[in-house]
């Protein structure tokens, strides 16, 4: 028997103020440092996570009364415990306390405040292990569905520019040299396409977010009587977490979220570098209104693309975020470890990043102003339609090496004489070939150019106002 009772665990434990706030403190012979528990606690970014963590507190709690582990009257003091939390929260009065680690456990202590005895049950057949990874699972399902309304505008902006710019006509780069004349409508649907591809991925990698880990407990599952299917349907999950042990160690779906969000940042990033080149006066095939640029401290003429460039810098943090959740598993063992505390922060700021650009990009698209003269005037310089006489020569019988080859002559005549191929006169277009026919100017014109590109796909205005309208019925609109 002890004749010591200050040195038994309890004593010890009781005798510091912030031991006593810990849930596991009875093992422990001495409290946790303040350092560590600075070190270990998430609340101060965790708290993000309470309003689906009491929605999953409540599914769960009604699970447990169903399977008879819990009164009637236990339920319903959890149900008002975890309202007037919500209120608290809701209305920044909860007081959230580092020694008590996470949201998870500073909602539980504040409910067992609130309702006593009922509040230490809800706990029964859990662990945070499986709880935590349910609150992650609801959080990203929620942001998924807001990105995806996001990104549905952005989609519905640039459909708009096609559908008004359908008929401007401006250079088609290959190597950011003049190639080809293209309808700026056609360059919009670009990115539309791109897009449209994030907007799958994410939808994919939402039905692999939208499983249910509750019910694993710890890591091996539990020995109460649990209905999972019943959780999972309380909180629209489309399934269970098959295995207990992946249930609570699995990250795969916010690596996946990650990286689909990494390949939409990068196409916003593409975008962008074309606004940006869009916007200097070398270019000067847009305007983007002064609500969405910046002046210089400095230089009083300076108006300036700080969204797009921002937005363009804002890729490499969600490609870090991408990296560092690959990193945070890759040495894992089965199962929990703590370490996958660290999966918060990263997930968090790439949704923040991606869901504030989204935001201001569907505006900024839908207020872009083109401006043809500047596309028309770049893509006369450029000689684009130089593969649209090879191409008239061919359809007159002309192998198309040798077709290229001609123009290849035809156009260095042109730069000699610093004129546009049309401005050529056609006995001189025919000393480069006498097959170049009559009809041969309409082709060198730009919108002779683009309208023969007259399939699905191809850059003709009647077929970008096709795209668009099918783009459109799409997206319901
Ligand atoms: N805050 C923890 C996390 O984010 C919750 C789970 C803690 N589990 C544990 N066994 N320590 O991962």
């Not at 996001?150 to 902006?157: E, G, P, S």
């Not at 080809?180 to 449209?196: C, N, R, T």
């Not at 002064?290 to 009083?300: A, H, L, Q, W």
């Not at 002779?448 to 007259?454: D, F, I, K, L």
Request: aromatic letters at 6%; one cysteine or more.
């Amino acid at each position: 028997m002890s004749s010591a009772p200050s040195k038994t665990p309890t004593a010890a434990a009781q005798s510091s103020l912030h031991q006593k706030d810990q849930a596991w403190s009875g093992r422990f012979s001495e409290p946790v440092s303040e350092l560590v528990q600075r070190y270990t606690a998430s609340v101060q970014f965790d708290q993000r996570l309470a309003e689906v963590d009491i929605q999953g507190s409540l599914a769960h709690a009604a699970m447990l009364q169903r399977a008879g582990l819990l009164s009637d009257q236990d339920l319903a003091d959890i149900q008002r415990g975890m309202e007037t939390i919500l209120s608290e929260i809701r209305a920044g009065q909860f007081q959230w306390s580092v020694a008590l680690e996470d949201v998870h456990l500073n909602i539980e202590r504040r409910l067992t405040e609130l309702v006593g005895d009922a509040g230490k049950r809800l706990h029964t057949a859990r662990s945070r292990n499986d709880q935590v990874a349910t609150d992650i699972r609801l959080w990203l399902r929620g942001e998924i569905d807001l990105i995806l309304d996001l990104l549905r505008n952005l989609r519905l902006a640039l459909i708009g520019q096609a559908e008004a710019n359908a008929d401007v006509l401006m250079p088609g780069f290959t190597h950011l040299q003049v190639a080809q004349p293209i309808s700026f409508g056609h360059h919009m649907l670009a990115y539309e396409a791109m897009f449209g591809r994030d907007a799958e991925r994410l939808i994919d990698a939402r039905r692999r977010v939208n499983r249910l880990p509750l019910g694993a407990a710890a890591l091996a599952g539990t020995s109460y009587p649990i209905d999972r299917a019943f959780v999972a349907e309380q909180l629209g999950f489309e399934g269970i977490c098959e295995n207990s042990l992946d249930a609570v160690s699995d990250r795969d779906f916010a690596i996946e979220f990650t990286a689909a969000a990494s390949v939409l940042m990068m196409h916003i990033s593409r975008l962008s570098e074309e606004l940006i080149l869009w916007m200097t006066s070398r270019y000067g095939f847009i305007r983007l209104p002064d609500r969405f640029c910046t002046g210089s401290s400095i230089m009083p003429q300076k108006k300036n693309p700080d969204v797009p460039e921002l937005a363009r810098g804002k890729t490499g943090r969600v490609y870090g975020h991408l990296m560092g959740l690959l990193t945070l598993m890759k040495g894992q063992p089965l199962a929990y470890n703590k370490d996958n505390q660290e999966d918060k922060e990263p997930l968090f700021d790439a949704v923040d990043t991606v869901r504030d650009t989204l935001r201001v990009f569907g505006e900024m698209v839908a207020g872009m102003e083109p401006q043809p003269e500047a596309m028309r005037r770049a893509a006369l310089e450029g000689y684009a339609t130089a593969t649209d006489l090879a191409d008239h020569l061919v359809k007159k019988g002309l192998p198309f090496r040798d077709a290229h080859e001609a123009v290849a002559l035809a156009v260095r005549a042109a730069v000699d004489a610093g004129v546009g191929l049309e401005d050529l006169p056609l006995s001189q277009l025919q000393s480069f070939s006498p097959l170049v026919g009559e009809d041969v100017f309409e082709v060198l014109q730009l919108e002779g150019s683009v309208a023969s590109r007259n399939h699905p796909g191809g850059t003709a205005p009647t077929q970008v106002r096709q795209a668009a309208a099918r783009a459109r019925a799409r997206l319901g609109g």
